[in-house]
């Protein structure tokens, strides 16, 4: 098994807990792991990165001005965790995630992200 070659399917609306475990498995990896939890955490910049590099581009915007890797991981949760359950509501996963996308649009490229 070669690690460096290590990949994982991007983040869409209907792969979190499989996304979700894989990139928890890549942050102890690399031992950014604390990043996910910590904003201060000095490997922060290269977990929020892994983050966003992992994602599909629609879910991108969502997170991309969070500045942090728990932030991040935060909102993707908060969105996505609750469809990751076993019959989960997928139409209404992308009501929420057009919702958001909606948002993003019409706020432009400097919008703030809370």
């Given at each position: 098994m070669e690690l460096d070659k290590f990949t994982v399917e991007k983040l869409n609306s209907t792969n979190y807990a499989l996304?979700?475990?894989?990139?928890?498995?890549?942050?102890?990896?690399?031992?950014?792991?604390?990043?996910?939890?910590?904003e201060k955490s000095p490997d922060d910049d290269k977990a929020f990165s892994a983050i966003a590099l992992s994602v599909d581009n629609s879910i991108l915007?969502?997170?991309?001005?969070?500045?942090?890797?728990?932030?991040?991981?935060?909102?993707?949760?908060?969105?996505?965790?609750?469809?990751?359950?076993?019959?989960?509501?997928?139409?209404k996963l992308a009501e929420e995630q057009a919702k958001y996308e909606a948002v993003i649009a019409t706020a432009g490229p400097d919008m703030e992200h809370q």
């Open positions: 996304w979700s475990t894989k990139i928890q498995l890549f942050m102890k990896l690399k031992g950014w792991h604390a990043a996910l939890k910590d915007p969502l997170i991309s001005g969070l500045g942090s890797a728990s932030a991040a991981w935060k909102k993707l949760e908060e969105i996505y965790a609750a469809y990751a359950e076993e019959g989960a509501d997928f139409d």
